[in-house]
């Protein structure tokens, strides 16, 4: 089993940043992608970053549309933390934000994800 704890979240006004944190614990596969989606109210959760395991710092990464430029993704692969650094926020990325393990067994294994519970970030106008 794998558990995953948020912390981070909070107020800010428009154009503010914050820092998202993701500790994952438990046994973790060495082949995974940890990442970041989020989900607003009356909307369905969507994909806001993922960053693949290898090497010390991580792999390559992805981003939505809507964030790029203004959201990094990183990792700490010893500690088993994902970050994600947001940076001009917007009323629109108001949501709770998710963060999300998914670990690979073998080469061709499918994939087993977890999920944590959530943490709010609240941008205001």
């Known amino acids: 089993q794998v558990q995953l704890v948020e912390s981070g979240g909070g107020l800010v006004q428009t154009g503010g940043s914050l820092r998202l944190s993701c500790a994952a614990s438990g046994n973790i596969f060495r082949i995974n992608v940890m990442g970041w989606y989020r989900q607003a109210p009356g909307k369905q959760r969507e994909l806001v970053a993922t960053?693949?395991?290898?090497?010390?710092?991580?792999?390559?990464?992805n981003f939505a549309d809507s964030v790029k430029g203004r959201f990094t993704i990183s990792r700490d692969n010893a500690k088993h933390m994902v970050y994600l650094q947001m940076n001009s926020l917007k009323p629109e990325d108001t949501a709770v934000y998710y963060c999300?393990?998914?670990?690979?067994?073998?080469?061709?294994?499918?994939?087993?994800?977890?999920w944590g519970q959530g943490t709010q970030v609240t941008v205001s106008s």
């Open positions: 960053i693949t395991s290898g090497g010390i710092s991580g792999g390559g990464t």
């Open positions: 999300k393990l998914t670990h690979y067994a073998y080469a061709y294994d499918s994939g087993t994800s977890y």
